[in-house]
């Protein structure tokens, strides 16, 4: 247990439905990251949050609209996703963005039908 | 741009027995980090071990050591004493100074056999 929890672990939604993926962390951390992990394919740094501020968002398309209400939560919603974005969506944390050590949560495993 | 590259998608090794992964990386900068995490079937990432690049010492940390060759660009990790619970997924991973930017490899599957 790393303290980065997220639910729900499994979730398998149709093309034309609206689902979110949550985060918690429990470490006092500064820095939030949102990473997609495909088979056969690098991990992909998606968005990255800054005490509550957007700060990196790499060329994720609008489906995914990310969501941090605070340092300890981060959301990742999700509308009209295509087959294409199933895949394990990784959550993790940081000290602040600087510090290099990341913790992440087990991730949500999503299937798009 | 940077990028890293595990050119082993699988390797196996023996328990008790020592095996080694490799990473390569392509960087024009000095100044970095690099880090090997290991995904478990629980799929957590852990950070097994991380490596200043200003640092000529390899990092250790127990039965985990890596052989950093920075003129060369290579980051290997050495699991010596190998034990069932090693078996997982191992990803290298190179972090920039200055952007902040982590950067992960393709990842390399390691069986333990008993």
């Known amino acids: 247990e790393t303290g980065v929890t997220q639910t729900p672990r499994h979730l398998v939604m149709g093309m034309t439905n609206k689902k979110s993926l949550k985060c918690e962390q429990h470490l006092g951390h500064n820095a939030m990251y949102w990473y997609k992990q495909s088979a056969k394919k690098p991990l992909e740094l998606m968005f990255v949050y800054s005490l509550e501020e957007r700060v990196e968002n790499n060329s994720v398309p609008s489906r995914f609209s990310p969501e941090c209400p605070n340092s300890s939560h981060l959301f990742l919603h999700l509308h009209t996703l295509q087959p294409e974005d199933s895949a394990l969506y990784l959550c993790?944390?940081?000290?602040?963005?600087?510090?290099?050590?990341?913790?992440f949560g087990s991730g949500t495993q999503l299937s798009v039908l | 741009a940077q990028t890293v590259t595990q050119s082993q998608p699988e390797m196996s090794v023996q328990e008790a027995e020592t095996v080694t992964l490799s990473c390569t990386y392509d960087t024009s900068e000095s100044d970095y980090y690099l880090f090997w995490y290991k995904q478990p079937p629980s799929r957590q990432m852990i950070l097994v071990i991380r490596?200043?690049?200003?640092?000529?010492q390899n990092a250790t940390e127990n039965r985990f050591s890596v052989n950093f060759q920075k003129a060369a660009k290579s980051f290997s990790l050495k699991i010596s004493d190998s034990q069932l619970g090693d078996a997982a997924m191992y990803f290298c991973?190179?972090?920039?100074?200055?952007?902040?930017?982590?950067?992960f490899g393709q990842g390399t599957t390691l069986q333990v056999k008993p």
């Open positions: 490596q200043e690049a200003y640092k000529q």
């Open positions: 993790a944390s940081s000290q602040d963005r600087t510090n290099e050590k990341l913790f």
């Open positions: 991973a190179y972090r920039s100074a200055g952007t902040g930017k982590l950067i």
